[in-house]
């Protein structure tokens, strides 16, 4: 937290150095898929290496998650085509807002992300892979989670809604947001995450979206068995 002295934010251990989530995973076919563009999408990319994106899904448009969707011109450049970006209606339109210059501008030199939208109505394939869209509630608004295969990622969760549940049914892995202890109007407390995790019955769950208020070693040593805190470069085989 800018500005902030508390342990977690002084903390020496590097899992507790949290930038904005994000997750990138690669299909069978090799195929690497973002999710979400977050303002720290730059550092994010060179700290994990990356060098190809070949689509991006969207979560919801709130600025932690699309701010840094300027950034894609540089794998524009890297694989010389358009990415193909998916979300929601609400999502496509902000996008189309917020970037306005993207579609509109007429200046080539610019160095304008070349993009393609596509909304999300359901179950679609990426690489031959299917992408199955879980809407969550985020507070009071409606928004995505995503699984493939038998990992999901519900970020920005404060509620499931009783139509997704099913959804989510065999689990191997389970990533979903836990912000911290205490209430919180638009995400899960840690307690309400493990509830979730419980419910689910996933071999491994991993607990992102996280706070100052959670210093990473002390908050893992009082986690049940199979449930851990995220962080930043966690590689994970599903």
Not at 16 to 27: A, H, K, N, V
Request: hydrophobic share 40%.
């Amino acid at each position: 937290m800018i500005g902030c002295r508390c342990a977690t934010c002084r903390s020496s251990d590097p899992r507790d150095r949290r930038s904005r989530p994000s997750i990138l995973f690669e299909l069978g076919s090799g195929v690497r898929v973002l999710v979400d563009t977050t303002p720290d999408l730059r550092s994010q990319a060179l700290a994990c290496d990356l060098d190809r994106v070949d689509a991006i899904l969207y979560t919801h448009c709130h600025a932690d998650h699309v701010m840094g969707l300027d950034e894609v011109r540089r794998f524009n450049v890297l694989q010389q085509a358009a990415i193909p970006c998916f979300g929601d209606a609400a999502t496509l339109k902000e996008i189309r807002r917020t970037f306005a210059y993207i579609f509109e501008s007429k200046d080539e030199g610019g160095g304008i992300p070349r993009i393609h939208l596509y909304p999300i109505g359901g179950r679609f394939s990426i690489g031959g892979e299917e992408i199955i869209p879980v809407p969550v509630w985020h507070g009071r608004r409606a928004i995505l989670g995503f699984r493939v295969r038998d990992f999901a990622y519900l970020t920005d969760c404060s509620g499931i809604p009783d139509a997704s549940w099913p959804l989510l049914e065999g689990l191997d892995t389970l990533v979903v947001d836990a912000l911290r202890h205490r209430p919180h109007p638009t995400h899960f407390t840690v307690e309400q995450a493990l509830q979730v995790a419980a419910r689910l019955g996933a071999r491994r769950t991993w607990l992102t979206h996280i706070c100052h208020d959670l210093p990473h070693a002390a908050t893992n040593a009082a986690l049940p068995p199979g449930v851990e805190l995220a962080y930043d470069g966690l590689r994970l085989d599903i």
